[in-house]
């Protein structure tokens, strides 16, 4: 089994409310200087044949239309 | 006109919507497991939480033994209504173009509002939703908008969720599959205060007349 993470996240241009709250609540924590904060979802997955994690990032960890997705292999396989 | 109504788990609407279809014909309720449409005439995917709504609203009941049976029957040219969470299973499933993201302003909101629908006819029907803001590509909409497809809007300075184009219902190229956000089968009824989300399904049940 390979083990990888899918991080997703909202497309470039989309407005991100989530980001923009956490953005706006860190001056008040006292975090200046932080901009384009965006929030996106992380998965974490054992497969069989990490050739097909592309194919079930578009049918359903991702929504292409709305988000972009990185698959990052875990075990070292390149 | 017999119409099916899908039940997920986690649906929460699908008795109102049994409810109103019954107004209009005969009415049952399509368990999410089935796969057998042959009996009804039309199909309504109800609001509520589908699956928990995990990962994303609607992206996991699109992978459902009655959506694929639901997908086949749209293909068909079979009249289909997706109402809330229903509208964001028909877009996930692709039956209708768009997404559905949270609302702008991160709220959930439950309020009767005003639709205008494409005759300008102002509709009054209750909305509740978190997750309801319209998208699509800025080309998709012209599109849309060009087609005809775009079926019901807020009424001006009603978009309670920052939706393109205060677009709040929007109907397949074809025209048989419609979804919207706001709930139609919450007013039909004098006593909650309207009776025109019938009128959303006296519209569905001739798009498939039509079809």
Redesign the interface.
Known sequence: MTRARVLIRPKEGILDPQGKAVERALPALGFEGIEHVRVGRMVELEVEDPERIGELCEKLLANPLIEDYEIERLDGAA | MRWGVLQFPGSCDERDALKACSLLGEARLVWHEERDLGDVDAVVVPGGFSYGDY??AG??AR?SAAMEAVAAFAQAGGPVLGICNGFQVLC?AGLLP??L??????RFHCRQLELIDDDGERLSIPAKHGEG?Y???EDVLDELEANGQVAYRYAPGQNPN?SARDIAGVRSRAGNVLGLMPHPEHAVDPLTGSTDGLKVFEAVAAAGARA
């Open positions: 990962l994303r992206a996991i992978f996930e768009g997404a993201l949270l609302n702008e302003d991160l803001r998208y699509a590509p920052g």
